[in-house]
């Protein structure tokens, strides 16, 4: 099936760097999304992005984080500078219409730990 | 804010018995429930959805049920096999966007 891809798998970074995760969606979906998961704990929405814009995002999707697609190419997310509760899973969604409207293919995760 | 419970963190189940998970919500306004399934190590997988027009939906071995009366919506595998032990997470979504999931269930499948 379709699928999503994530880079780098594993990221350790010392905090107060910034770091940038690459998400490669589904090559003709529309809606982004990125998501945190803390080990052990439930799945946090943190953003939607479509048409080069963020449509909705989470108190969890703070000021030092952003997002952008320049240009079709990976959707990324951007922390900076990162904080030591940033450490996570994030992964990345796609999918072809609005979420309540179509399947979202979630990639693998990045291992985010911020030392 | 808007809350997902998952009410069984952890469920053991033998081989070819049922298993039901039940989550409920918060928000009245909620209208699409997906279901994803996530196996060890790996990312979430979506298996089945249902929205808030309907009160039960089928697919294989997979039902769902809703009861928006009591903002309640239930997961059922019928006949188990150790294939669906996994972690199995709720969700709601109230708009387009924006989806709260639930902390999920272990489903452990025993021979």
């Known amino acids: 099936g379709p699928k999503v891809l994530q880079i780098p798998s594993h990221q350790i970074i010392d905090m107060g760097q910034m770091v940038t995760l690459n998400c490669d969606p589904v090559s003709n979906h529309l809606y982004f999304y990125w998501y945190k998961q803390i080990l052990g704990q439930q799945m946090e929405f943190l953003v939607n992005f479509y048409n080069g814009k963020v449509m909705e995002k989470s108190k969890l999707f703070k000021d030092q984080f952003s997002v952008e697609r320049p240009d079709g190419s990976y959707f990324t997310l951007k922390i900076q500078p990162t904080a030591l509760e940033d450490s996570a899973v994030y992964f990345c969604?796609?999918?072809?219409?609005?979420?309540?409207?179509?399947?979202?293919?979630f990639g693998p995760g990045t291992r985010l730990l911020v030392l | 804010g808007e809350k997902v419970e998952q009410h069984e963190s952890t469920l053991s189940v033998r081989e070819g018995d049922s298993a039901v998970i039940n989550c409920t919500y918060t928000d009245t306004a909620s209208s699409y429930f997906p279901w994803y399934k996530q196996e060890a190590g790996k990312s979430l997988h979506f298996v089945i959805d249902?929205?808030?027009?309907?009160d039960r939906k089928q697919s294989q071995r997979l039902i769902v049920l809703l009861d928006k009366k009591a903002k309640r919506f239930s997961l059922h595998i019928t006949a188990t096999q150790p294939e669906d032990s996994a972690i199995y997470f709720c969700a709601a979504s109230m708009g387009a966007y924006k989806v709260i999931f639930g902390k999920g269930t272990h489903l452990h499948v025993l021979p």
């Open positions: 249902i929205r808030s027009n309907v």
């Open positions: 969604a796609s999918s072809l219409r609005k979420f309540n409207q179509d399947t979202q293919y």
